[in-house]
C-alpha cells in the first residue's frame, strides 16, 4: 500500500487548508484511514481517524475546527482545517491501517504564521 498526501503549506492564523491522502495498491473494504502531526521535538500525534464505515474519532485539540472525511471509491481521505493556530504547525502524516498492518505516507508541511 502506497500513500501520497498533498495540501500542506503555509496560511496565516485563522485560515483553512484542505489536505488530502489517495492510497493504492492492495486497499481492502475494511480499514482505518487517519491524520497524525509531528511538531518539531515532539512525538507524533494522533488528529483523526476515520473508518471504511465512516466512523470517526477526533483529537480534543482540533475537535470543532478540523473535519475529516473520505472517498471509498478513490480510496482517499481528506482533512478540512479551519480556524488554523499557530500551534497546528507540524509535519502531517496520513496513515492506513488494515488487517493488523499500518501503512504511513511522505508527511506534508503545515505552517500556520503571520
Known amino acids: 500500500v502506497q500513500l501520497q498526501a498533498s495540501g500542506g503549506g503555509l496560511v496565516q492564523p485563522g485560515g483553512s487548508l484542505r489536505l488530502s491522502c489517495a492510497a493504492s495498491g492492495s486497499v481492502f473494504s475494511f480499514n482505518v484511514m487517519g491524520w497524525y502531526r509531528q511538531a518539531p521535538a515532539k512525538q507524533r500525534k494522533l488528529v483523526a481517524t476515520?473508518?471504511?464505515?465512516?466512523?470517526?474519532i477526533y483529537a480534543d485539540f482540533v475537535k470543532g475546527r478540523f473535519t475529516i472525511s473520505r472517498d471509498n471509491a478513490k480510496n482517499t481521505v481528506y482533512l478540512q482545517m479551519n480556524s488554523l493556530k499557530s500551534e497546528d504547525t507540524a509535519v502531517y502524516y496520513c496513515?492506513?491501517?488494515?488487517?493488523?498492518?499500518?501503512?504511513w505516507g511522505q508527511g506534508t508541511q503545515v505552517t500556520v504564521s503571520s
Open positions: 476515520i473508518t471504511s464505515a465512516g466512523t470517526k
Open positions: 496513515n492506513l491501517a488494515q488487517s493488523g498492518r499500518a501503512y
